[in-house]
């Protein structure tokens, strides 16, 4: 497996653990809504939250403390998204009996910067950068992923931010304008979601296990994809 995806949880079997102790799983779900201007919100949907401890006394107990920490705003992925320069990080219990379903969310006003801190936070070697030309807008970013490159789980406050990419799929919406270029996601037909891809070693391999992600859009609707 991979550096980064061992960093970021992306593969399934990461999922169903990350960010939880003990016997709880849980579906997570990752929405990033984008503006013309590269800002956003953040926000992460944990669903079908359960214990699967042997006794019904072991599982109440792991819950009730998983709810405790998200009432007590002690919760990792608020913690996380504080912790790479989010603002308005909030948490909200949307069904508080079991199974739960909590959402988190912020805002933020670069995602270039954002997935810098991200990247710096992993411990992993890379670059994030949003580049303005004109009407057209490009957010790219590169990550050595090779077992060689150094990478963490924590951020300089001690946050462990490897959940924040985890679960099911991590997609990408654009508000206002329209998706004309990707390397590295999946283009919705009508060009206004992208859903990051998982790569498999090989493709890694081929690229000396250099990742780059690459997502253009443009503020105007209607658009092509440059040829």
Same mark, same amino acid.
């Given at each position: 497996?991979?550096?980064?995806?061992?960093?970021?949880?992306?593969?399934?079997?990461?999922?169903?653990?990350?960010?939880?102790?003990?016997?709880?799983?849980?579906?997570?779900?990752?929405?990033?809504?984008?503006?013309?201007?590269?800002?956003?919100?953040?926000?992460t949907?944990?669903?079908?939250?359960?214990?699967?401890?042997?006794?019904?006394?072991?599982? =109440?107990?792991?819950?009730?403390?998983?709810? +405790?920490?998200?009432?007590?705003?002690?919760?990792?992925?608020? &913690? +996380?998204?504080d +912790?790479?320069?989010? !603002?308005?990080? !909030?948490?909200?219990?949307? /069904? !508080?009996?079991?199974?739960f379903?909590?959402?988190? !969310?912020? /805002?933020?006003?670069?995602?270039?910067? &954002?997935?810098?801190?991200?990247?710096?936070?992993?411990? =992993?070697?890379?670059?994030?950068? &949003?580049?303005?030309?004109?009407?057209?807008?490009?957010?790219?970013?590169?990550?050595?992923t090779?077992?060689?490159?150094?990478?963490?789980?924590?951020?300089?406050?001690?946050? /462990?931010?490897?959940?924040?990419?985890?679960?099911?799929?991590?997609?990408?919406?654009? /508000?206002?304008?329209?998706? $004309?270029?990707? +390397?590295?996601?999946? &283009?919705?037909?009508?060009?206004?979601?992208?859903?990051?891809?998982?790569f498999?070693d090989?493709?890694?391999?081929?690229?000396?296990?250099?990742? $780059? =992600?690459?997502?253009?859009?443009?503020?105007t609707?209607?658009?092509?994809?440059?040829?």
């Amino acid at each position: 497996m991979n550096r980064f995806f061992r960093v970021t949880g992306m593969l399934a079997v990461l999922a169903a653990a990350a960010a939880m102790s003990g016997c709880l799983v849980k579906e997570t779900d990752t929405i990033i809504t984008i503006y013309p201007d590269g800002s956003g919100t953040w926000t992460t949907l944990d669903r079908d939250v359960r214990s699967q401890a042997d006794t019904p006394a072991g599982r =109440l107990r792991e819950e009730q403390e998983y709810l +405790a920490e998200v009432w007590e705003g002690r919760y990792e992925p608020a &913690l +996380a998204l504080d +912790a790479i320069g989010c !603002s308005d990080v !909030s948490t909200q219990v949307i /069904r !508080s009996e079991w199974p739960f379903l909590v959402i988190t !969310s912020c /805002r933020f006003a670069d995602l270039g910067a &954002l997935w810098q801190q991200w990247l710096d936070a992993a411990g =992993l070697r890379g670059q994030s950068r &949003l580049e303005v030309d004109g009407d057209r807008i490009t957010w790219s970013v590169w990550a050595d992923t090779s077992d060689e490159a150094q990478a963490g789980t924590t951020t300089a406050r001690g946050v /462990r931010v490897d959940s924040l990419l985890g679960g099911n799929s991590t997609r990408l919406f654009i /508000r206002h304008g329209q998706f $004309v270029e990707a +390397a590295g996601f999946e &283009l919705a037909d009508d060009r206004r979601v992208a859903t990051l891809k998982a790569f498999d070693d090989k493709e890694l391999e081929k690229a000396g296990g250099n990742l $780059v =992600l690459v997502l253009m859009w443009t503020t105007t609707e209607g658009a092509k994809a440059w040829k």
